[in-house]
Protein backbone atom coordinates (compact mmCIF):
# COMPACT_ATOMS: atom_id res chain seq x y z
CA UNK A 1 0.00 0.00 0.00
CA UNK A 2 1.19 3.36 -1.31
CA UNK A 3 0.51 6.91 -0.11
CA UNK A 4 0.63 9.29 -2.79
CA UNK A 5 2.09 12.68 -2.96
CA UNK A 6 1.17 14.27 -6.29
CA UNK A 7 2.86 16.86 -8.18
CA UNK A 8 6.03 17.70 -5.67
CA UNK A 9 9.29 19.23 -6.23
CA UNK A 10 12.22 17.07 -5.59
CA UNK A 11 15.27 18.55 -4.50
CA UNK A 12 18.51 17.82 -2.56
CA UNK A 13 20.10 19.28 0.99
CA UNK A 14 23.63 20.33 1.63
CA UNK A 15 24.00 16.84 3.16
CA UNK A 16 23.03 15.09 -0.32
CA UNK A 17 19.78 13.36 0.68
CA UNK A 18 16.65 13.84 -1.03
CA UNK A 19 13.74 16.23 -0.08
CA UNK A 20 10.11 17.03 -1.20
CA UNK A 21 8.02 19.96 -1.22
CA UNK A 22 4.32 19.55 -2.02
CA UNK A 23 1.06 20.74 -1.73
CA UNK A 24 -1.71 18.55 0.48
CA UNK A 25 -5.45 19.24 0.85
CA UNK A 26 -5.33 18.41 4.90
CA UNK A 27 -7.22 15.03 4.66
CA UNK A 28 -4.13 14.01 2.77
CA UNK A 29 -1.86 15.76 5.11
CA UNK A 30 -3.14 13.62 7.65
CA UNK A 31 -3.79 10.66 6.25
CA UNK A 32 0.35 11.09 5.13
CA UNK A 33 1.54 11.60 8.81
CA UNK A 34 -0.79 9.53 10.49
CA UNK A 35 -1.09 10.73 14.32
CA UNK A 36 -1.70 13.68 16.58
CA UNK A 37 0.93 14.90 18.08
CA UNK A 38 -0.33 15.30 21.21
CA UNK A 39 -1.15 11.97 21.88
CA UNK A 40 2.33 11.33 22.36
CA UNK A 41 3.84 14.17 24.39
CA UNK A 42 3.79 13.13 27.50
CA UNK A 43 4.67 8.88 28.72
CA UNK A 44 1.17 7.25 29.74
CA UNK A 45 -0.40 6.88 33.16
CA UNK A 46 0.05 4.01 35.05
CA UNK A 47 -1.05 1.14 33.30
CA UNK A 48 -1.56 2.97 30.02
CA UNK A 49 0.15 2.04 26.67
CA UNK A 50 1.40 4.56 23.84
CA UNK A 51 -0.07 4.08 21.18
CA UNK A 52 0.56 0.91 18.66
CA UNK A 53 0.44 2.73 15.45
CA UNK A 54 3.25 4.86 16.12
CA UNK A 55 6.81 4.09 15.90
CA UNK A 56 8.57 3.98 19.31
CA UNK A 57 11.32 5.75 17.70
CA UNK A 58 9.21 8.69 16.81
CA UNK A 59 7.74 9.38 20.35
CA UNK A 60 11.34 8.76 21.40
CA UNK A 61 11.81 11.59 19.49
CA UNK A 62 8.54 13.73 19.94
CA UNK A 63 9.22 13.85 24.30
CA UNK A 64 13.44 13.78 23.96
CA UNK A 65 13.27 16.68 20.90
CA UNK A 66 9.71 18.40 20.35
CA UNK A 67 8.71 21.41 22.45
CA UNK A 68 5.09 20.77 24.08
CA UNK A 69 1.87 21.83 22.47
CA UNK A 70 0.41 24.95 23.32
CA UNK A 71 -3.49 24.59 22.93
CA UNK A 72 -4.39 27.65 23.23
CA UNK A 73 -2.19 28.77 20.50
CA UNK A 74 -3.55 26.04 18.32
CA UNK A 75 -7.58 27.66 19.32
CA UNK A 76 -6.25 30.81 17.95
CA UNK A 77 -4.75 29.86 14.91
CA UNK A 78 -7.90 27.39 14.28
CA UNK A 79 -10.17 30.63 14.43
CA UNK A 80 -7.78 33.06 12.32
CA UNK A 81 -7.45 30.33 9.59
CA UNK A 82 -11.77 30.20 9.64
CA UNK A 83 -12.07 33.86 9.64
CA UNK A 84 -10.19 33.43 6.68
CA UNK A 85 -11.78 30.75 4.43
CA UNK A 86 -15.46 31.45 5.58
CA UNK A 87 -14.76 35.17 4.85
CA UNK A 88 -12.54 35.69 1.83
CA UNK A 89 -9.72 37.24 3.82
CA UNK A 90 -6.00 36.52 3.44
CA UNK A 91 -4.21 33.61 5.44
CA UNK A 92 -0.85 32.06 4.95
CA UNK A 93 1.47 30.38 7.16
CA UNK A 94 5.00 28.39 6.35
CA UNK A 95 5.03 24.67 5.56
CA UNK A 96 5.48 22.01 7.76
CA UNK A 97 8.69 19.97 7.77
CA UNK A 98 9.01 16.62 8.72
CA UNK A 99 11.56 14.02 8.22
CA UNK A 100 11.80 10.19 7.41
CA UNK A 101 13.39 7.10 6.97
CA UNK A 102 11.20 5.94 4.45
CA UNK A 103 12.59 5.71 0.68
CA UNK A 104 10.01 7.44 -1.81
CA UNK A 105 9.21 5.72 -5.08
CA UNK A 106 9.47 8.22 -7.89
CA UNK A 107 9.51 5.92 -11.13
CA UNK A 108 6.03 7.56 -11.91
CA UNK A 109 7.44 11.02 -11.43
CA UNK A 110 8.37 12.53 -14.77
CA UNK A 111 5.59 10.55 -16.42
CA UNK A 112 2.72 11.34 -13.68
CA UNK A 113 4.33 13.94 -11.59
CA UNK A 114 3.99 11.46 -8.97
CA UNK A 115 6.14 10.15 -5.77
CA UNK A 116 4.47 7.49 -3.52
CA UNK A 117 5.55 6.49 0.11
CA UNK A 118 4.86 3.26 1.78
CA UNK A 119 1.58 3.47 4.10
CA UNK A 120 4.19 2.01 7.07
CA UNK A 121 6.43 5.30 7.12
CA UNK A 122 7.01 6.87 9.48
CA UNK A 123 7.44 10.75 10.19
CA UNK A 124 8.66 13.23 12.93
CA UNK A 125 7.55 17.22 12.89
CA UNK A 126 11.12 19.02 13.01
CA UNK A 127 8.90 22.63 12.47
CA UNK A 128 5.53 23.27 12.39
CA UNK A 129 4.05 20.73 14.99
CA UNK A 130 1.59 23.96 15.96
CA UNK A 131 0.84 24.62 12.63
CA UNK A 132 0.21 20.77 11.68
CA UNK A 133 -2.18 20.74 14.95
CA UNK A 134 -4.48 23.51 13.87
CA UNK A 135 -5.09 21.63 10.30
CA UNK A 136 -5.89 18.60 12.37
CA UNK A 137 -8.84 20.74 14.45
CA UNK A 138 -9.18 22.79 11.65
CA UNK A 139 -10.48 19.66 9.66
CA UNK A 140 -12.84 18.60 12.69
CA UNK A 141 -14.36 21.63 14.05
CA UNK A 142 -15.09 23.12 9.87
CA UNK A 143 -15.37 19.95 7.75
CA UNK A 144 -17.10 22.15 5.35
CA UNK A 145 -13.56 24.05 4.90
CA UNK A 146 -11.64 21.25 5.01
CA UNK A 147 -10.85 20.94 1.40
CA UNK A 148 -10.80 24.58 0.18
CA UNK A 149 -6.85 24.93 0.97
CA UNK A 150 -3.75 23.17 1.26
CA UNK A 151 -0.85 23.39 3.42
CA UNK A 152 2.55 23.10 2.28
CA UNK A 153 5.12 20.42 3.24
CA UNK A 154 8.73 19.38 2.95
CA UNK A 155 10.09 16.09 3.32
CA UNK A 156 13.13 15.06 4.26
CA UNK A 157 14.25 11.76 3.42
CA UNK A 158 16.87 10.51 6.28
CA UNK A 159 19.15 7.21 6.39
CA UNK A 160 17.81 4.95 8.57
CA UNK A 161 20.67 5.51 11.06
CA UNK A 162 21.02 8.69 11.16
CA UNK A 163 17.23 9.33 11.66
CA UNK A 164 17.58 9.87 15.31
CA UNK A 165 20.90 11.74 15.06
CA UNK A 166 19.33 14.41 12.22
CA UNK A 167 16.20 14.73 13.28
CA UNK A 168 17.37 16.38 16.42
CA UNK A 169 19.44 18.22 14.40
CA UNK A 170 17.01 19.37 12.02
CA UNK A 171 14.63 20.69 15.03
CA UNK A 172 18.10 22.83 16.25
CA UNK A 173 18.41 24.17 12.93
CA UNK A 174 14.77 25.21 12.30
CA UNK A 175 14.03 26.88 15.77
CA UNK A 176 17.55 27.66 17.66
CA UNK A 177 19.06 29.33 14.75
CA UNK A 178 15.80 30.94 13.64
CA UNK A 179 15.50 34.67 14.15
CA UNK A 180 12.27 35.81 15.06
CA UNK A 181 10.77 38.94 13.72
CA UNK A 182 10.05 41.64 15.47
CA UNK A 183 6.85 42.38 16.67
CA UNK A 184 7.01 46.33 14.82
CA UNK A 185 7.77 44.89 11.95
CA UNK A 186 5.28 41.77 11.98
CA UNK A 187 2.57 44.21 13.10
CA UNK A 188 3.54 46.84 10.03
CA UNK A 189 2.53 44.13 7.69
CA UNK A 190 -0.93 42.98 8.90
CA UNK A 191 -3.70 44.05 7.04
CA UNK A 192 -6.77 42.27 9.27
CA UNK A 193 -6.29 42.74 12.86
CA UNK A 194 -8.69 45.52 13.34
CA UNK A 195 -6.92 46.57 16.47
CA UNK A 196 -3.61 47.01 14.51
CA UNK A 197 -5.74 48.95 11.99
CA UNK A 198 -6.57 51.30 14.25
CA UNK A 199 -3.02 51.68 15.80
CA UNK A 200 -1.84 52.61 12.50
CA UNK A 201 -4.72 55.32 12.32
CA UNK A 202 -2.95 56.38 15.97
CA UNK A 203 -0.08 56.63 14.44
CA UNK A 204 -1.00 59.52 12.42
CA UNK A 205 -2.62 61.76 15.30
CA UNK A 206 -1.53 64.95 15.53
CA UNK A 207 -0.25 64.12 19.22
CA UNK A 208 1.54 61.50 18.24
CA UNK A 209 2.78 62.84 14.56
CA UNK A 210 3.90 65.92 16.79
CA UNK A 211 5.70 63.87 19.82
CA UNK A 212 8.16 62.35 16.49
CA UNK A 213 6.03 59.73 15.21
CA UNK A 214 6.12 55.73 15.49
CA UNK A 215 9.30 54.04 15.01
CA UNK A 216 8.51 51.36 12.42
CA UNK A 217 11.41 48.84 12.74
CA UNK A 218 12.46 48.40 16.97
CA UNK A 219 10.18 47.13 19.49
CA UNK A 220 11.16 49.42 22.06
CA UNK A 221 13.10 52.62 22.34
CA UNK A 222 15.85 54.56 24.64
CA UNK A 223 14.15 57.20 27.17
CA UNK A 224 16.09 60.19 24.50
CA UNK A 225 14.78 58.32 21.42
CA UNK A 226 13.01 61.38 18.91
CA UNK A 227 9.89 58.85 17.91
CA UNK A 228 7.28 58.98 20.37
CA UNK A 229 6.46 55.13 20.45
CA UNK A 230 7.32 52.09 18.93
CA UNK A 231 4.38 50.57 16.78
CA UNK A 232 4.58 47.49 18.90
CA UNK A 233 3.88 49.61 22.31
CA UNK A 234 1.09 51.99 20.59
CA UNK A 235 -0.52 48.63 19.57
CA UNK A 236 -0.75 47.38 23.25
CA UNK A 237 -2.01 51.26 24.27
CA UNK A 238 -4.76 50.64 21.24
CA UNK A 239 -5.63 47.22 22.63
CA UNK A 240 -5.91 47.96 26.16
CA UNK A 241 -8.11 51.30 25.24
CA UNK A 242 -10.72 48.72 23.24
CA UNK A 243 -10.87 45.87 25.57
CA UNK A 244 -9.56 46.44 28.63
CA UNK A 245 -6.67 44.87 31.00
CA UNK A 246 -7.46 41.36 28.59
CA UNK A 247 -6.14 43.19 25.47
CA UNK A 248 -2.59 43.67 26.74
CA UNK A 249 -2.17 39.80 26.36
CA UNK A 250 -0.86 38.38 23.40
CA UNK A 251 -3.32 36.28 20.80
CA UNK A 252 -7.41 36.63 19.55
CA UNK A 253 -9.78 38.39 21.91
CA UNK A 254 -13.18 36.13 22.61
CA UNK A 255 -16.00 39.11 21.65
CA UNK A 256 -13.83 41.58 21.48
CA UNK A 257 -15.45 44.69 21.42
CA UNK A 258 -13.68 46.46 18.58
CA UNK A 259 -15.72 45.62 15.93
CA UNK A 260 -16.43 46.86 12.56
CA UNK A 261 -19.83 48.52 13.60
CA UNK A 262 -17.90 49.93 16.56
CA UNK A 263 -14.94 50.77 14.79
CA UNK A 264 -15.61 54.37 14.29
CA UNK A 265 -17.38 55.32 17.80
CA UNK A 266 -13.97 53.50 19.34
CA UNK A 267 -11.90 55.44 17.07
CA UNK A 268 -13.81 58.95 18.37
CA UNK A 269 -13.26 58.11 21.76
CA UNK A 270 -9.38 57.16 21.41
CA UNK A 271 -8.99 60.10 19.45
CA UNK A 272 -10.62 62.31 22.08
CA UNK A 273 -8.60 60.72 25.13
CA UNK A 274 -5.32 61.28 22.96
CA UNK A 275 -5.98 65.25 23.26
CA UNK A 276 -6.93 65.12 26.83
CA UNK A 277 -3.67 63.31 27.86
CA UNK A 278 -1.81 65.60 25.65
CA UNK A 279 -3.79 68.65 27.59
CA UNK A 280 -2.31 67.12 30.97
CA UNK A 281 0.90 66.38 29.90
CA UNK A 282 2.26 69.49 28.53
CA UNK A 283 5.86 67.87 28.80
CA UNK A 284 4.48 64.69 26.45
CA UNK A 285 6.46 65.75 22.94
CA UNK A 286 9.29 68.04 24.33
CA UNK A 287 12.17 67.17 22.64
CA UNK A 288 14.34 67.33 24.77
CA UNK A 289 13.40 67.27 27.83
CA UNK A 290 10.54 64.21 28.28
CA UNK A 291 13.35 61.70 28.48
CA UNK A 292 13.12 62.65 32.17
CA UNK A 293 9.82 61.46 32.39
CA UNK A 294 8.15 58.32 32.44
CA UNK A 295 4.56 58.74 30.93
CA UNK A 296 6.27 57.35 27.40
CA UNK A 297 7.61 53.83 28.68
CA UNK A 298 6.24 50.51 27.70
CA UNK A 299 4.22 50.29 31.24
CA UNK A 300 3.30 53.52 31.38
CA UNK A 301 1.45 53.66 27.94
CA UNK A 302 -0.12 50.22 28.66
CA UNK A 303 -1.49 51.15 32.01
CA UNK A 304 -2.93 54.26 30.03
CA UNK A 305 -4.58 52.49 28.04
CA UNK A 306 -6.21 50.29 30.02
CA UNK A 307 -7.12 53.26 32.13
CA UNK A 308 -8.56 54.78 29.25
CA UNK A 309 -11.13 52.21 28.54
CA UNK A 310 -12.23 51.82 31.93
CA UNK A 311 -13.15 56.14 32.15
CA UNK A 312 -15.07 55.40 28.79
CA UNK A 313 -16.56 52.48 29.62
CA UNK A 314 -17.86 53.00 33.61
CA UNK A 315 -17.59 56.89 33.43
CA UNK A 316 -20.53 58.30 31.67
CA UNK A 317 -20.44 62.19 32.49
CA UNK A 318 -17.28 63.47 30.17
CA UNK A 319 -16.57 66.37 32.85
CA UNK A 320 -16.08 63.98 35.57
CA UNK A 321 -13.96 61.88 32.70
CA UNK A 322 -11.69 65.04 32.20
CA UNK A 323 -11.07 66.07 35.95
CA UNK A 324 -9.88 62.34 36.30
CA UNK A 325 -7.55 62.61 33.84
CA UNK A 326 -6.30 65.90 34.89
CA UNK A 327 -5.93 64.14 38.29
CA UNK A 328 -3.17 62.40 36.47
CA UNK A 329 -1.55 65.09 34.88
CA UNK A 330 1.66 67.00 35.34
CA UNK A 331 -0.16 69.50 37.32
CA UNK A 332 -1.00 66.86 39.98
CA UNK A 333 1.21 63.70 39.59
CA UNK A 334 5.03 63.79 39.23
CA UNK A 335 6.22 61.78 36.20
CA UNK A 336 9.27 62.51 36.95
CA UNK A 337 12.13 59.92 36.85
CA UNK A 338 13.52 61.26 39.97
CA UNK A 339 10.22 60.63 41.52
CA UNK A 340 11.29 57.19 43.30
CA UNK A 341 8.58 58.17 46.18
CA UNK A 342 5.22 57.65 43.93
CA UNK A 343 7.04 55.31 41.56
CA UNK A 344 9.62 52.78 42.09
CA UNK A 345 7.35 50.42 43.74
CA UNK A 346 4.97 50.76 40.76
CA UNK A 347 6.45 50.87 37.12
CA UNK A 348 10.31 49.42 37.89
CA UNK A 349 13.09 49.84 40.06
CA UNK A 350 15.54 52.29 41.44
CA UNK A 351 19.21 52.53 39.80
CA UNK A 352 21.75 55.02 41.16
CA UNK A 353 23.36 55.75 44.20
CA UNK A 354 21.67 57.59 47.04
CA UNK A 355 22.42 60.81 46.29
CA UNK A 356 21.46 60.96 42.77
CA UNK A 357 18.44 58.13 42.33
CA UNK A 358 15.96 57.57 39.85
CA UNK A 359 13.25 55.15 38.58
CA UNK A 360 14.46 52.36 35.64
CA UNK A 361 10.87 51.71 33.94
CA UNK A 362 10.26 47.74 33.28
CA UNK A 363 7.95 46.51 30.90
CA UNK A 364 7.09 43.22 32.93
CA UNK A 365 2.74 41.78 33.91
CA UNK A 366 3.79 43.53 37.66
CA UNK A 367 5.17 46.62 36.10
CA UNK A 368 2.40 46.80 33.65
CA UNK A 369 -0.67 45.97 36.74
CA UNK A 370 0.80 48.02 38.97
CA UNK A 371 0.80 51.34 37.06
CA UNK A 372 -2.85 50.79 35.96
CA UNK A 373 -3.65 50.54 39.76
CA UNK A 374 -1.64 53.52 40.51
CA UNK A 375 -3.27 55.57 38.29
CA UNK A 376 -6.45 53.63 38.92
CA UNK A 377 -6.43 55.13 42.74
CA UNK A 378 -4.56 58.62 41.55
CA UNK A 379 -7.01 59.69 39.31
CA UNK A 380 -9.77 58.74 41.64
CA UNK A 381 -11.15 56.33 39.37
CA UNK A 382 -11.39 53.34 41.86
CA UNK A 383 -12.76 55.11 44.60
CA UNK A 384 -15.59 56.12 41.32
CA UNK A 385 -16.39 52.14 40.72
CA UNK A 386 -16.76 51.62 44.68
CA UNK A 387 -19.44 54.20 44.67
CA UNK A 388 -17.50 56.55 46.62
CA UNK A 389 -18.01 59.33 43.90
Known amino acids: MQTEVKFPCIGKTPAGFPKLHAELLPADLMKLIGYDPRAIQSAPKKGGKDPQNISPEIIDLQRSVQRSIDQSKVDQMVEYLHEAVSNGRFADWAEIDVVTAAKPDSSRYTREFLVTFPNSADYFITDGQHRYCAVLDFARKYPEHASKFTQAIAISVLPNDKLGEWAGQSFHDKNYLHSPVKATKALAADSRDLH ?177 KFLKDRSGLSAFLKGGI
Open 196 to 372: NRLAKEVREHEVIRAGGGVNETKDSLAAQAKEFSTHAVLYKFVRGFCEGRRGLEKGNISSPLLTDDSYVSVKENLFEYLEELNNVFPNWTVVPGREEYLFRSSSALQGLGVLGHLLYQKVEDSEVRREMIASIGEKKLDWRRSNVTDWATVIGSIKGDDGNQEVAPASTRQAIDGTT
